[in-house]
Structures are given as C-alpha cells and as structure tokens.
C-alpha cells in the first residue's frame, strides 16, 4: 500500500541507503598539472588498500538529502528561538552580503600589509569601536569565542598580579554564573570559589566580603546577572573587589541589554570579553565559528595578546608585536607594543576575520543611537513577557523588573506531576524552539526566557498564548505534556547517552 506523505517530508532513508554502484553526483575539473601516481607520493604502508566508504548517488540526490536535513533544523530565520542567555536573535542579512564581498573574503592572511590596508583598518575600527562601547582602553580581536575570550581575560589577570609579585589564586564566582565561568578559571589555573546569591537574586555583599582576602584574583560577574536582573550594589561590589587587590571580570557574552545605556569600564570592571556572535549580527548556535573580543582597562594593556592591530601613521595600519610571526610581522614599533609580558597569541592570524566584518557593519549601520534602541527593546519585550506570564508561572524575584531576559519557574506545576522539562517538550509541538531550561542552578525548575529586540509584538503574544494554553493543559490533560512533542521526527531522546556514547557512524553496510 502507497502511503500519503507531506511533500514536504522525505522518506527517511540515509545518504548510504540510496547509494548504488557507479552513480556519481560531480564533475571535477580536468587536471592542470603534471599527474604524479599516488605511490610516489604517499609511504606504501600508509596508502588505503580498498576504496573509501562513501553513498554513490546523483547530485540531485545529494540536493534532497540535505535540503531535507536543513528543513528539520530549527533556526532564528523559521521561527521564535527565545533561548534565555544565548541572544538567539535575527542578524541583518546585509551584514552577511558584506562579509561576502570579495574584497574582504577572498584575502589571505599572509598578503603583504600594504595590500590589505582595509581589513587592517576595519579591524583597527572595530577595536576602537568595541573599547568606546565597553569603556575600556584598549581591545584585542583574538579570542574565537566568549570561553576563549574569559580564559585570555583572565591569562592577562594571572600575568598582571605575577608581574606585581603577588600569587593570587582564586576566582570567585556567584552561584548564577554561566558554566564556562568556573571553567575557564580552571583552564587558567585558578581555583574557583562560588558564592550565594542573596533573595533578590543579587551578589550577596556580606558573602563576598567573607570570601575575597589576599589570594584573591578576581571576581567574575555579568551585569546585568545570569538571572536577567541589574546588580545594583555593582560600585560597591567593584570597591570589595580592588581593596582586597582582586581584579573584577565582566562576562559580556550577552550585552544586549547595556549597549548605548552602561558600560563595563563605568561599572568599575577590569576586563571584558563580548560575544559578537551572540550580540552583534553572527549567526550561532552550531559551535562556530565566533568571535570574544577581550577588552581591558590601561593597567591591563602590557599583557594583551600580540600581534596587534596597529596605526601606525594617519591612514595607515599594520600588525605589530613581539611575537609577531609569519610574512606578515614586521618590525615592533615600540610603546606597549612588542611588551615582553603580553600574553603572546592565543589565535591564528588575528582572530574570525568574516565575524568581526559582520560586527563592524552591524554597528556601523546601527550608530550610537540605533544600538541603544536594540538593547532598549529587547528590555521592553522580556519585561512585557515576563509580566504577561507572572500570572501562570512563578516569578522567583518578582518586584523586580528585569533587562533582556528573565527566569521563571515551573515548579508550580508540580502538582499535576508536570516538569519544566514536559512544558519545554510541548512547545516544539507549536513549532517553537524551546527556552533554556534548569539554568541557571539557583533556581528551581527554571525556565530562562531571552525574547531579543528582533521580535514583533505578534510574535510576543503568540508565544505567550501557547505557554499560557499549556499551563491550562499541565491542569487538564498533563498526559499530553507528559509524553509530548507529538510531531517531530523523534519523541523524547536519551540525552545523556546521546552526549555520553554518541552514535556517529552509519552501520549500514
Ligand atoms: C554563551 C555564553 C558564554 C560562552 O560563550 P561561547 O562563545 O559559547 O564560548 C559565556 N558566558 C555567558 C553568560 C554566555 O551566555
């Protein structure tokens, strides 16, 4: 019997199941150069004895397969992704079409620097861009992503206290901190110490004080926190810090809610490292490529990464530094540059070129005054959301408004023996990307909810009216939520053995 299909499902059969002999999907150019035979150039005990494993299938067969693939993703460009501490949010497609200009992604890292003068100065740009908008004084571009970005932070923390003498062990972390925190203090070779929040969500003041004393490094902190709320006490948190001789790290992976309003450096903070690919117009979500741009306060300079990005004349830009490698170094010129205690380079060449062009656009095109109104909405719409839905789902903080995202939790639906987890599953049967959930720790069967400024008002409404439909569900039909989703491709996955003993070869013959 012949089974009726939606046009837009394929059948499910893997590329290797449609292979057949001597079916081939390319055409290679003929060769240009001399032809030498294989065994001349490869050791004969390394040379394969039976062909590679690969389907054998026409082209349009390879275009149906992962077109069918791409139509199962989820993605900011089909649909509402409010991914609570990740700013899952719609990147102007017109930064992507100047990151594609050839003049910008077809030059080579190795190319003399007179010949790439505009990259060196776009670069160059974004650097000064980044150190206004953060209220540092100097920015490096290295770091390839907001973890690499904390762990050179706090590589330049190190440095800083050993070049005063002083061996200063620990980070300390609030109990709301993102896991990488801790983790990149590890890396570092730091010992972490977390502390409580207090009721409000906030640093605990008495806490901190109890924790920072003479082996204190550095404190690490976003703001507005992981909870989505302002520190307010933060100049004062800034004081404990420096008068124990700790250094203070702002984690600004998400800084949609700041921009154009506060800045770090006013805060009072040391170091920051951003995310362009969640904050400013990189597409994420699949583990890269990205970009952290680390930006740091003057005492701080003498330890950035080299080589830098410098100008070295009105209009002209080079790359310099004492570790400066490969055909592009040339000669240090002096000043902080060619510091014999920077921290040396912790990326090839200079970082995600393609993601640090589409910043500069994004931030260009948007100007001072369109950048505030990015962070200005995104606040407004997580506040709309989060009072919209106080009525259903518990508020942990609830007097106090919050910046671009915001927790709640489901713990109130425990009563039909319903879960965050269930509530989560049944939104993807109304075509959403779920929220983050169970994160951060601190709060019981949490729900982290980050609308972005990219959303309509009908879009926030809609949302909305599903979570408040399944609140009504979890009451009325909790089995529905129980074994939801209803109709994806798969149902509930064993994610632990998924990340645990992966499966990722076809053993399909
Ligand atoms: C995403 C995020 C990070 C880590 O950024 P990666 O680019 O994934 O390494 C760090 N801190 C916070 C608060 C984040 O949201």
Not at 248 to 259: H, K, P, R, V
Not at 389 to 412: I, N, R
Request: proline letters at 7%; glycine letters at 10%.
């Amino acid at each position: 019997m012949l089974e009726v299909k939606e046009t837009t499902q394929s059948d499910d059969l893997l590329i290797f199941e449609r292979s057949r002999p001597g079916r081939i999907g390319y055409s290679l150019p003929e060769c240009d150069v001399p032809a030498v035979p294989k065994e001349e150039l490869v050791p004969q005990g390394m040379l394969r004895s039976e062909g590679l494993a690969f389907p054998e299938v026409y082209e349009v067969d390879v275009i149906r397969h992962y077109t069918a693939l791409s139509r199962r993703n989820f993605g900011v460009d089909n649909g509402f992704y409010p991914l609570g501490s990740c700013t899952m949010k719609y990147n102007p497609k017109v930064n992507e079409d100047v990151a594609r200009y050839p003049g910008l992604s077809k030059i080579h890292p190795y190319q003399p620097e007179e010949s790439v003068q505009g990259a060196l100065e776009l670069m160059y740009r974004l650097q000064q861009d980044l150190a206004g908008l953060t209220g540092m004084d100097e920015v490096t571009l290295q770091p390839a992503a907001g973890a690499h970005g904390e762990w050179t932070g706090l590589m330049m923390i190190r440095a800083y206290h050993e070049s005063r003498g002083e061996k200063r062990t620990k980070v300390i972390v609030p109990d709301s901190s993102h896991g990488t925190n801790p983790a990149s203090a590890a890396v570092a070779g730091f010992e972490t110490v977390t502390i409580p929040s207090n009721s409000r969500g906030m640093v605990d003041l008495d806490a901190l004080r109890a924790a920072v004393g003479e082996d204190t490094a550095a404190l690490m902190l976003t703001n507005p926190n992981t909870l989505g709320l302002f520190e307010e006490q933060i100049v004062e948190i800034a004081n404990i810090v420096h008068e124990a001789g700790g250094l203070l790290y702002y984690d600004g992976a998400n800084s949609n809610a700041i921009m154009g309003i506060t800045r770090p450096g006013d805060m009072g903070f040391d170091v920051v490292h951003l995310n362009l690919h969640k904050t400013m117009s990189t597409p994420h979500g699949g583990g890269g490529p990205g970009a952290g741009p680390v930006g740091v306060k003057q005492r701080l300079i003498p330890f950035l990464p080299e080589p830098k990005i410098v100008q070295v004349e009105s209009g002209r830009y080079a790359i310099r530094g004492a570790r400066t490698e490969g055909a592009a170094g040339g000669p240090t010129d002096g000043g902080t540059v060619g510091s014999a205690s920077s921290i040396g380079r912790v990326k090839a060449f200079y970082g995600n070129f393609g993601i640090l062009v589409r910043a500069y656009a994004y931030i260009r095109s948007l100007g001072p005054e369109g950048l505030r109104q990015v962070s200005e909405n995104a606040v407004l719409n997580a506040n709309y959301m989060m009072r919209r839905l106080a009525p259903y789902y518990d508020l942990p903080y609830p007097d106090q408004p919050c910046k671009h995202e915001f927790v709640m939790s489901g713990s109130g639906l425990a009563k039909y023996g319903i879960r965050t987890l269930d509530v989560a599953k049944r939104l993807l049967d109304f075509g959403y990307h779920p929220p983050t959930i169970y994160f951060p720790l601190n709060v019981e069967e949490c729900i982290m909810i980050e609308p972005t400024e990219t959303e309509s008002k009908e879009t926030l409404d809609g949302f909305i009216d599903v979570m408040i439909a399944i609140a009504q569900e979890a009451e009325t039909d909790p089995d529905l939520l129980r074994n939801a989703p209803h109709t994806t491709p798969v149902t509930r996955l064993d994610e632990t053995g998924a990340a645990r003993k992966p499966v990722l070869n076809c053993a399909c013959g």
